[in-house]
Nanobody, 126 residues
Framework: QVQLVESGGGLVQPGGSLRLSCAAS????????IGWFRQAPGKEREGVSC????????YYAHSVKGRFTISRDNAKNTVYLQMNSLKPEDTAVYYC???????????????????WGQGTQVTVSS
């Protein structure tokens, strides 16, 4: 059974850090692009960061560039999102998603991703 499970969310003060994990089961991540997406109440889903399969190239939304870092550990079949200098506007449910080698996906919206996790809440508040 293919599954993505996010963890690491929580409540953090502005300026704080969190590391989200996306653990895959039922398939190996080596040949899949992985993206992190978020959705805040009343807002559309937006792409936060993606990491590709082949060359490990990364994408970051302008709003998180320089603060967030995506990485993958193929040995642990896990992708991470290190989030530093968090702001209240980062508050959202964060989802990880996987796209197969030949999938046509939109890293800004998540359209076309093949598998999704259940999400983890991140709340940035004092």
């Amino acid at each position: 059974q293919v599954q993505l499970v996010e963890s690491g969310g929580g409540l953090v003060q502005p300026g704080g850090s969190l590391r989200l994990s996306c653990a895959a089961s039922g398939f190996t991540l080596d040949y899949w692009a992985i993206g992190w997406f978020r959705q805040a109440p009343g807002k559309e889903r937006e792409g936060v960061s993606c990491i590709s399969t082949s060359d490990g190239s990364t994408y970051y939304a302008h709003s998180v560039k320089g603060r967030f870092t995506i990485s993958r550990d193929n040995a642990k079949n896990t992708v991470y999102l290190q989030m530093n200098s968090l702001k209240p506007e980062d508050t959202a449910v964060y989802y990880c998603a996987a796209a197969g080698l030949y999938s046509d996906y939109d890293q800004m919206t998540g359209d076309g991703m093949d598998y999704w996790g259940q999400g983890t809440q991140v709340t940035v508040s004092s």
